[in-house]
Every structure is written in C-alpha cells, then in structure tokens.
C-alpha cells in the first residue's frame, strides 16, 4: 500500500514550457486534490475532484488545467509554465467529502526560469 | 470565506519545554479541525483532528480541543522532543467537498 504517490519529485522548466504532474492513489478514495505551497502562505487549493468524473477550481486556478483520469489518478497540466508557477505542489486524497483527513504524496518542487 | 490564523513562527525550544502553537479560525457552521505535520522533505501528515465542538485530539504526546466559543484550536505538547522539530498546520474543513483551509505554518526547531 503505497498511500499517494507523486511523479516527478523535481523538475525544472523554461519559461513557456508545458509539463504534467502525475498523482496516483491506491487506497479506493473518492476525492483527490492538488495544493501549492508558498513560503509563508502555507497551502492552497489549486482544482480538486470530489469524485471520478468531476473537477472544480479550488483558489488558484489560473495557468493549471486538471484531468481525473480514473478513481486512481489525478494530473496536473502547465500548459505554458510562468516563473509565478515555481512552487512545492502536493496531490491528496480523502475517502469522502466533508470532514475526512486528506493523504498528501512527497511533493513535486518545480522551479521555472 | 472560511480562513485559519496561526501564530507568527519560527518558534524554538529546548528539549522537554513545554509547546504552545496558537490557532484561530473562522468558518461558517460547523467545521472540522486539523492539525498537520511537514518534516523536512516531506509530504503533510495527519497529526491530529478534532470534528465537534469539546472534542480534543491527540497523539503522540500532542493534544488539541476545539473551542467552539472562541473559535480556537490550540496545538499543546507537555515536553518537545528533537525530533518534533518540523512544520506544523492547522487547518479546517467546512464544505461538503473535503476543502482543506490551512494557516500558514509555524515552523517549530527543538534544541538538544
């Protein structure tokens, strides 16, 4: 059981680039997210997905799309990554809405020059 | 709009002190309440929670209770260990879909 996994653990993009970051769960949750964190400004909700077959932007949406690819995955897409992107992201995973613990992966650090 | 206030950090202690991280919130109705833990490198990891008013959390030495009437959710540890040294967050849920609201952070150093 490895919990959340994420992919790449770090990567380091050119202005105008694209990338995909990959998270996958294996623990039959229903609800997945993708966070930023900032120093500072501790985490927030980039798109979520309460379910498969559902996303919605969470805080900062702007510059990200989302696919939930199956009840397992959940990727986050740059499509023309900005030196504001550069940040920790973290995918997380509940069993349920409303009151549950999220399960957070390892990170992605992503630096954009 | 639901938002968590933590105490300015960084904090630092010597080993065995007593831990005090300080948490507000303000929500709407009846939110449930978290506290996660950031080692260094690391993903946030459930540290304790807290889904009703009176209730406390606790693990590992560590105990929060959620006061309703001042709308706080203070993080206690009686004696801080070295390896306690990490980020800590409070965060709340209110929304019938999971969102996590989270303070900022405090970052906690224990010295030996």
């Known amino acids: 059981n490895a919990g959340v996994t994420q992919t790449p653990k770090f990567q380091v993009l050119k202005t105008g680039q694209s990338m995909t970051l990959q998270c996958a769960q294996d623990?039959?949750?229903?609800?997945m997210y993708w966070y930023r964190q900032d120093p500072g400004m501790g985490l927030r909700l980039i798109y979520y997905?309460?379910?498969?077959?559902?996303?919605d932007k969470g805080e900062v949406p702007n510059g990200y799309n989302v696919s939930r690819l199956n009840k397992r995955e959940f990727s986050l897409r740059l499509e023309s990554a900005a030196p504001s992107q550069t940040s920790v992201y973290f995918c997380?995973?509940?069993?349920?809405?409303?009151?549950?613990?999220?399960?957070f992966g390892p990170g992605t650090r992503l630096t954009v020059t | 709009g639901d938002s968590v206030t933590q105490m300015e950090g960084p904090v630092t202690l010597s080993e065995e002190a007593f831990l005090t991280i300080n948490c507000t919130y303000t929500?709407?109705?009846?939110?449930?309440l978290f506290w996660y833990v950031q080692y260094p490198g690391e993903g946030l990891q459930l540290l304790l929670k807290?889904?009703?008013?009176?209730d406390k959390g606790s693990n590992k030495g560590f105990e929060a209770t959620y006061r309703k009437e001042t709308t706080s959710f203070h993080l206690e540890k009686g004696s801080v260990q070295v390896s306690d040294s990490a980020v800590y967050f409070c965060?709340?849920?209110?929304?019938?879909?999971?969102?996590?609201?989270f303070g900022q952070g405090t970052i906690l150093t224990v010295h030996p």
């Open positions: 929500a709407t109705g009846y939110p449930s």
């Open positions: 623990m039959n949750h229903n609800s």
């Open positions: 965060a709340l849920s209110g929304t019938s879909y999971g969102k996590l609201t």
């Open positions: 807290a889904t009703k008013a009176d």
């Open positions: 997380a995973s509940s069993a349920m809405r409303g009151g549950d613990e999220q399960y």
């Open positions: 997905s309460a379910s498969e077959g559902t996303t």
